[in-house]
Every structure is written in structure tokens, then in C-alpha cells.
């Protein structure tokens, strides 16, 4: 998981208010993911972006949770009026390309350090 | 629903003995599978992958195991050291749909005992 770089790595933030979470792909990388992580269990797809597009946010929850991956710059998740619920550890992740079932290696999904939210 | 799940949620295991992790999938139609291996506050660490045309993959000390018959999906490390105390998890994909959403298992926890 080298190379995925996210901030903060850890974020209080109190009910209500907003929380920013960032990420920067691997370099060459232009498909970005993002997971969220209760405490023991495994990670839940949440949004596959490439850059300017949303390819596939079904496991977004429909209010209060956006994400972007501009032009330029690293990719946002954004969650607004932030509660309980909402404390997780959140994971983006990058790959170069679209998985490609022909290409034996190199082309999988690499995960970053993780953004750890605690809402209180 | 369709699902990925582990058969023993921890193992206990002697440094330099060989470690057997398994998995579970119900989605017939997965044709990519990775395990991944994550340390307490870090995030999961790419270890092995195989595609569903494959039934055996080797990498460093790590051989992953597929058997489609039965949806089984296994991790093998040899001579296991306490570095590799950790929770791993196995995560399937299906090309021909969401390309990005891996499904995780719930993890196994594996402690290396010196």
C-alpha cells in the first residue's frame, strides 16, 4: 500500500460539523476507491471514481456523503453533519487502470494508511 | 445475500510452522480474488492475487489456492514468522460488474507464537 497517501490519519470532528477526508492516488494511478472499516469487521465499498467521474458510488449513503476526484488535486470524501454512526476508519484506495482479467499482475487495488474518524 | 466469508476467525499458530487461512465466497459469478493482510491502525496490504482462470498462485512464502468447485479460497504461509501476526482478509470481485467493489470477508486473525 505504499504510494496511497491519505490525510488526515486521524480526525475528531463533533456532531453536526463537517469532515474532510483526502487522498492521493498512487502515482499513475487514475482509479480511485473509497472503503469504510467498523472496529472487527471488513471493509465496505462505498464509491469508484476516475478523474471528474463517479463510476460507481452504490454503496454511498444517499444523504450527507459526497465524493470527488477533480482534474486536479487528490480525491474528497466529504461527509456533512457528521454523527455517531459515522465514526470509522476510512480507506481510499488506487489502481492504474480498470481491473483487467487479461493482465496476470500489477493491475489490482492498492490501499492507503486509512483516515481514522471519531465523531463525539 | 451473495457473501464472502472466513471459516475460523483466529488461528494460533507456531513460528516456523506453515499457516492455512480459509474462505468462503457464495457469489458464483466472482472471477478475481486478492488477500490482503492488515496490522492494527494501518490499512490492508496487498499479499497475493489470483483470477478465476488459475486454481494455484505462488509468491513469497504465500501460495493461494482456489477451488471453484466448492467456492473455496485458501492463503497459505509458510514457515510463519510473528511478523505475520495480523488480520487477513480475503476480498472477491466480478469483472462483468462493479469493477471497483471488492467484498471482503470479515478477516481472520492470525497470532504467531514464538
Known amino acids: 500500500n505504499a504510494g496511497v497517501m491519505q490525510n488526515p490519519r486521524h480526525l475528531v470532528r463533533r456532531r453536526g460539523q463537517e469532515a474532510r477526508l483526502r487522498c492521493s492516488p498512487m502515482k499513475g494511478h487514475s482509479h480511485v476507491y473509497w472503503y469504510r472499516q467498523l472496529p472487527e469487521e471488513g471493509l465496505k465499498f462505498m464509491v469508484y471514481?476516475?478523474?471528474?467521474?463517479?463510476?460507481?458510488e452504490s454503496g454511498m449513503p444517499k444523504e450527507r456523503f459526497s465524493a470527488e476526484f477533480p482534474k486536479e488535486g487528490p480525491s474528497i470524501l466529504r461527509i456533512q453533519q457528521v454523527v455517531r454512526g459515522d465514526s470509522a476508519a476510512y480507506f481510499c484506495?488506487?489502481?492504474?487502470?480498470?481491473?483487467?482479467?487479461?493482465?496476470?499482475?500489477?493491475?489490482?487495488?492498492?490501499f492507503g494508511e486509512g483516515s481514522w474518524l471519531t465523531v463525539v | 445475500g451473495e457473501s464472502v466469508g472466513l471459516h475460523l476467525p483466529t488461528l494460533s499458530v507456531q513460528e516456523g510452522d506453515n499457516s492455512i487461512i480459509n474462505c468462503a465466497y457464495s457469489?458464483?459469478?466472482?472471477?478475481?480474488f486478492i488477500w490482503y493482510k492488515q496490522e492494527s491502525g494501518k490499512g490492508p496490504q496487498f499479499i497475493i492475487d489470483i483470477r478465476s482462470n488459475m486454481d494455484k498462485r505462488q509468491g513469497q512464502r504465500v501460495t493461494v489456492l482456489l477451488n471453484k468447485t466448492v467456492k473455496h479460497l485458501s492463503l497459505q504461509i509458510a514457515a510463519t514468522q510473528p511478523g505475520d501476526s495480523a488480520v487477513y482478509f480475503c476480498a472477491e470481485m466480478n469483472y462483468g460488474g462493479s469493477q471497483g467493489n471488492l467484498i471482503f470477508g470479515k478477516g481472520t486473525k492470525l497470532s504467531v507464537k514464538p
Open positions: 457469489n458464483s459469478a466472482s472471477d478475481y
Open positions: 471514481l476516475q478523474k471528474e467521474n463517479i463510476i460507481d
Open positions: 484506495a488506487s489502481s492504474p487502470d480498470r481491473i483487467n482479467p487479461l493482465r496476470i499482475s500489477g493491475n489490482t487495488i492498492y
